[in-house]
């Protein structure tokens, strides 16, 4: 490949100095069979506590940050994979102990290789990217416990909703035609939340019942929390019997605050779901779901553009939850 360098944020080293924008040698990227010219990736929670240093996310230094990248292949050695063919990677390691995403150049492992379904741009790929996928993962999930086999006047809660994997959980659940009720701590998310397929947009304040004790007043058929800690135990002691619950998220806390009276009283189902090594087939049909239930239109709605020059400066204010929805890199090679 007739590159000599490539563009990359990096993290240099565990010290608190952010990552940078820089020139990478072509020679340090990784080994693998397929080599990807990116054209946009994402930036996700974890990408931006990556790039500022704030919690242990990278595993090994210096580290190339991003965890989701889209392009074309430029070389190959997988039959299945061809010169010029459009993939995606999210997760499989990406930006943690392998050189990620936002970077001009990308070398991976064939097994961590999607084809981007034809009704999706590379740029519609990354709007969904790792939080796409990890929404579709717990609506299959719920899927196996059969949460939608039957009308209920019940609902399915969403926490953190107007967050990345919260927007597409609720999209995901509305077009299963369920009743949604959508937890935000942002108060000018009502109309985004309603716009997307919530049925009603409550506070965080408004998810914890009056009541105590080990269980509270069945009021949801299940959940996807991406929150954790205090909210997935108030949300466990709410489900009804026989519900589910698919957790995916830590952002309140990795502590897990219940009693077993959810789960032999009423029967609930706790349900731990990750996307970072999740089995090609199972990927593969995730995609299929996405493509196949997000409207165009509303990855307009939900997803901003920057440029890879913007990335580091973008980072305090994703953080901040000043930005709603989406962000997408769109990466130029030079």
Not at 134 to 141: E, S
Not at 187 to 214: E, H
Not at 228 to 239: D, K
Request: hydrophobic share 45%; with cysteine; glycine share 10%.
């Amino acid at each position: 490949y007739m590159k000599s360098r490539l563009r990359a944020i990096i993290r240099t080293s565990e010290e608190d100095i952010p990552a940078s924008l820089t020139d990478v040698p072509f020679s340090e990227l990784p080994e693998g069979d397929i080599l990807i010219e990116s054209t946009h990736a994402s930036l996700n929670y974890k990408d931006a506590l990556a790039i500022l240093g704030t919690r242990p996310v990278i595993r090994k230094f210096p580290m190339v940050c991003g965890v989701d990248v889209a392009g074309v292949v430029k070389e190959s050695s997988c039959q299945d994979i061809g010169v010029g063919d459009r993939v995606l990677v999210t997760g499989e390691g990406l930006g943690e102990d392998r050189f990620g995403g936002l970077s001009e150049l990308v070398r991976v492992d064939a097994k961590s290789v999607v084809h981007i379904p034809p009704s999706l741009t590379n740029s519609d790929a990354m709007a969904i990217g790792t939080a796409g996928l990890t929404a579709a993962l717990c609506v299959i999930a719920l899927e196996k416990f059969g949460l939608f086999d039957e009308a209920s006047e019940f609902p399915i809660l969403v926490s953190g909703a107007s967050g990345g994997v919260g927007s597409f959980a609720v999209v995901l659940l509305a077009k299963k035609g369920v009743d949604i009720t959508a937890v935000s701590g942002k108060k000018d998310s009502l109309n985004y939340l309603i716009d997307l397929g919530a049925t009603q947009v409550i506070d965080r304040s408004d998810v914890f019942a009056k009541s105590t004790g080990y269980l509270a007043t069945a009021r949801y058929r299940g959940a996807i929390d991406v929150v954790g800690g205090e909210m997935l135990g108030e949300i466990l002691r709410q489900i009804k019997p026989y519900g589910a619950v698919a957790a995916c998220g830590l952002t309140g806390g990795g502590e897990l605050m219940t009693s077993l009276y959810p789960f032999i009283i009423r029967n609930v189902a706790l349900i731990g779901v990750e996307s970072i090594r999740t089995p090609h087939e199972l990927r593969v049909k995730a995609w299929e779901r996405l493509a196949n239930d997000i409207d165009r239109s509303i990855l307009a709605k939900t997803t901003s553009t920057i440029g890879l020059d913007e990335v580091v400066d973008v980072v305090p204010k994703f953080l901040n939850g000043e930005i709603q929805g989406r962000l997408v890199v769109e990466i130029e090679s030079q």
